[in-house]
């Protein structure tokens, strides 16, 4: 089957005033420090200086623990861990913009018509510095790290930014494939149809590093729980949560997994089958866990988090 592109539509005019594999174990992980820009930027990670080339990456080795990353005056606190699947990604200091282009594989271009359709959002760009509406199948993405797996992104992709998306696939109905591009490749394939395109900006005002979004593990007031075993469990499940911030390697691998684990897992549900009743008629043991499920739940599949 073949890969249909997708007609660029202009809505209208506006009228303006004024990537490496990681592992679920070992002790470290590798990740490619993405520089997509016209220019040279310095980083450093943990206070070690690196000079990355532009429109280039370089390659770094985490041991899993507790890191920092400064870039352009502005520093964040992150913590690189194992990851309960195999997942890659790569890490943007620059908080470029990068474009998860969603296409389709058919015989027909009715269906792929129709398919492509949902997902078509509006976006405001300018070119040849005019403003224009354009309508694209695309997310666009500028996190500091970008994992394939993180499910903010609800689809991971088919081919990364280092991929080429094929012409075609060998593959029987209608098939889905993503595409991360960097901006000025997307922007490159846009213009294989349209020299003007080739013009194309697109807005980027990303969050300031202090203002980016933290995985925090909660305080939760033990003495509200109820339920005796209960309250002991949630005391040691937030001590070893707490505690991977201060292990590295190995360790924090043990620990990690231990967190992780069926038999954490059953034990946390296990007592919950007896916390219950009388023993805790106001489901305090269940309304706590679900707080520490939903505060750090969505970090499992991803191998580096900003902590404070």
Known sequence: MKRFKYSLLLVCSISLVGCFESSTTGNSINRLIDNPTDKEIKIAIDGNELVIPAKSSVK?????GKHQLTYN???????????IVNNTGFINPTQSNYYLYRTYYTNSQENYESRIKA??????????????????PI???????????????????DYGINDKLPDEIRSKGITKKDKLYREADFIDYLAESEE???????PN????????TKYIVPNINLDKIKCDEGRE???????????????KGDDLTKLYTQIKSDKTFRTKHDIMKRCVGD??????????????ESALTDTDQINFFITE
């Open 60 to 64: 770094y080795e985490f041991e899993y």
């Open 233 to 247: 469990f949630v005391k040691q499940h937030l001590a070893d949560w707490n505690n991977l911030s201060v292990l």
């Open 205 to 212: 005002q990303p969050k300031k590093y202090a203002d980016l």
């Open 73 to 83: 005056g502005q520093s964040l606190n992150f913590l690189a861990k194992p990851a």
């Open 119 to 136: 997902h078509l959002k509006t976006f405001e760009v300018t070119i040849n510095g005019e403003p224009h509406e354009i309508e694209l």
């Open 139 to 157: 997310k666009i993405i500028n996190d500091v790290f970008i994992e394939r797996n993180d499910r903010k992104y609800d689809s991971a992709w």
């Open 279 to 292: 023993i805790d008629p106001k489901h305090t043991y269940m309304y706590a866990t679900r707080e520490i």
């Open 196 to 202: 003007d395109l080739k013009t194309m900006q697109f």
